[in-house]
């Protein structure tokens, strides 16, 4: 797949079932439905990506994670984390991209092992997280939601300093520019990079399964502030 609409749309219709959406993925591509047309099917250029190589957390992000507030885990909430995700306000748009066809076809990928959701709790209260695919060396960031400040911001991180402890991951794909990614060290890259590095990051194994973090927020703000140089 190397054409694209200028906003960078390749194809027009069909149902984000879990066959389908595994066969866009591993190409770069994604569904985002638009409300009156048909679903549509994009691989934008620029795409918006973190490596992580480039992580960036801030400091008083940090000090959040090692306060103990939030407990993370994975795997133990996905489908409340995406209707969380689904009836989460977004400035500037009505309604809701997250149809009942998209949240079916997700959750068969998790009840496949390949979509995963990571949780912020505060004690028995989900306050935040997000969910994405994880398909060999890139995970694909789809949507996060916070219902206490702080929470899915915590979730990513701690995300993020997994995929590192893990080894094998190389990228996160974040999609399109938001100020919120550009934060932890997201950039933009050409679709021509984008999909040189992803063709290569799937010739890695997928961590498929239910996933268990092995590091917990306090321990991940320790391990990325050893990654930025042992910063406090």
Known sequence: MRRA?????????GTPDAETLLAAYSQGI????HE???????????????????????????????????????DTAFSEVIRRCSEQPRPGQG???????????????????????IEAWQGDRLAGGLYGISLGGVFFGESMY???????????ATLL????HWGGFELVDCQAYTAHLASFGAVEWRRRRFLAALEGALRRPTRQGTWEL????IAAAERLGEAAGGEP
């Open 5 to 13: 609409s200028r906003e960078g749309v390749v194809a027009v219709g």
């Open 30 to 33: 994604f569904p985002w439905p």
């Open 36 to 74: 009156g047309v048909p679903l549509l099917w994009f691989s934008p250029d620029p795409r918006f990506v973190l490596p992580l190589g480039g992580i960036h957390v801030a400091r008083s992000l940090r000090r959040t994670m090692r306060r103990g507030s939030f407990a993370v885990r994975a």
């Open 95 to 117: 309604g809701t991209w997250i149809t009942a066809e998209m949240i079916a076809g997700y959750t068969a990928l998790h009840a496949a092992g390949i979509a995963h959701s």
């Open 146 to 156: 916070a219902a206490v400040p702080d929470a899915s911001k915590v979730a990513f």
């Open 161 to 164: 300093a997994n995929l590192v």
């Open 214 to 217: 092995e590091l917990g927020a």
